[in-house]
Each structure stands twice: as C-alpha cells, then as structure tokens.
C-alpha cells in the first residue's frame, strides 16, 4: 500500500459541513476523499452547485474516490423498486460529477433468507449498473451491510451472478473480522471482484461479540493484522484505494483537525 492510495470516509471525522471536513482531510494528509453522500447533499442544499462542490474538493486538494449513501431494492415488484433504482443512479451520477468512479450500496432482503435470495440481488445490482452506463461508475456492494449478503464469499457470488463488469465487491477489514469471512477467501479469483477496500482495526474481543461499526478503532490500536490483509489483498492483484471508515466516538468528541490526523498518520506505518 502506497501513500498515495490513502482516502478518508467522511464519518471518521463526523462533520456536519462539508467544507470543515474537507479542510480536516487535507490539512491531515489526505489527498483522497470517500464522502457519504448525505453530507454532500447538505451542502447542495444550502444553494451549492455540484460545479461548486467539485470545485470545493479540489480547492483542497482533494480527490473523490468514491461516495455512498443508500442500500438497493432487491425485493417486492419492479414498480415498487423503481423509486430506489432512480434515488441510487441519481447518487451515481452524482460520484462521477464530482470525480469519483465507485458507488458503494448496500441491500435490502427477502422476508425468508436463502441462497436463492442471492440471485434477486445480483439481478437488482446489474439493473443498476445497466441504468448508468456511460458514467463510469462501478457499483460496489458492500458485505453485512445486507441481511443476506454476510460474508465476502457471499458478495462475490452475487458480482458473478451479476455478470456485469462494472458490479464488485466493497472489502471492509471490520466486516472481515465479524462475519464468516477467512483471510484463505482472499484468492486471486475472488480479489478480483474487490473494487474499493475500507480499512480499520478492531478490538480484543471475541468476533462474534464485536460490533462491526461501533467497536472499531484506529489501525495499530486494535488486533487485526492489517499488514497481512493488505498484503493478500495486493498478492490478489487488488491495487485501488484503501479507505479509512471509522464509527469511533472517542474520535468524534476530537477537533476534526486532530481526529483527521490521526486516522492519516495511523495508516502510514501499513504503507511501503
């Protein structure tokens, strides 16, 4: 991992503006950014142009690499799901108007879960994925973040499934740790489905008593070994951004300067 493939997710730092963050981010270090989109739509809300907010980013020196917000509709009739398709292409071509190429979603799921469940959800994501092309923009779907989709050898199901080249999977070190996920799930024809990586460390705690966003803590501060993940991630052919997504409350109760700073410099040691 190189320095230059660092990116902070804006919830690390908690803001409520966008423009504090982004100042947070870049005096940290960060030359990449994964915004949720909601803290985006709050500053478009406030009169800004999305010409305005790209510029905002570069003002700072700062590239988006990715944004999220929503889960997609997988289930219930087409009419019904209709409303999500458009609100998740509408976030699409939002990340490419602000010069990103990843849109990380989560799901929803039936009322009885099944391995069939997971074919529904492959057909939703390429659904999707057919509705933006021309943006590209691939959609990255995020692992427990879905009542069926709970291991990475289950997202990459679904990506095969899917059979579009601009569907994958989203990696999240902490979803690795709580779900059934084994670092020998790491091979090379599963990495390459990977299509953006967040990065955190976890607690001493049993997994199963782990919460997968609360209880996550600052690489080096936790029991993960990062090292070796990124390493099999990288043996695997992965090469795009590793993105720091923290849920820390201690971190919260920091100026965003400081919490910005030390979610960057917490990454640098796992760097070549």
């Known amino acids: 991992m190189r320095a230059g493939q ?10 409520r503006n966008l423009e504090e963050a982004l100042e947070a ?3 940290a270090g960060f030359r990449c950014a994964e915004p949720h989109l909601n803290l985006v739509k ?23 690499v990715a944004g999220s917000q929503l889960e997609v509709a997988c289930f219930g009739s087409p009419d019904a799901r209709l409303p999500n398709l458009r609100a998740n292409a509408e976030n699409a071509r939002l990340v490419h108007d602000l010069g990103g190429d990843r849109l990380i979603v989560g799901t929803d799921g039936p009322e009885q879960v099944s391995v069939e469940a997971l074919d529904a959800i492959a057909f939703a994501l390429s659904d999707l994925a057919q509705s933006i092309e021309g943006l ?4 990255a779907l995020e692992f427990n973040w879905s009542p069926v989709v709970k291991s990475f050898p289950s997202a990459v199901r679904v990506a095969e499934k899917a ?7 989203l990696f999240d070190t902490a979803h690795y740790h709580v779900t059934p996920t084994k670092l020998s799930d790491l091979d090379a024809d599963a990495v390459r489905w990977i299509k953006h990586v967040h990065v955190n460390d976890m607690p001493d705690k049993p997994a199963d008593l782990t919460h997968r966003d609360s209880d996550r803590v600052l690489p080096g501060e936790g029991v993960l070994d990062l090292r070796e993940i990124i390493a099999t991630l ?3 052919g992965y090469d795009g951004f590793f993105s720091i997504e923290l849920f820390n409350a201690e971190l919260w109760r920091l100026p965003a300067k400081e919490a910005a700073r030390r979610c960057y410099e917490s990454l640098l040691p796992l760097c070549d």
């Open 163 to 169: 059979e579009h080249p601009r569907v994958g999977v």
């Open 234 to 236: 990288e043996r695997g």
């Open 42 to 64: 709050d500053w478009l809300d406030d009169g800004h142009t999305v010409e305005q907010t790209r510029e905002l980013f570069e003002s700072y020196g700062l590239r988006v």
């Open 136 to 139: 590209d923009v691939d959609v």
């Open 6 to 15: 660092l990116a902070i997710n804006s919830q690390c730092t908690s803001n």
């Open 25 to 27: 981010h870049a005096a």
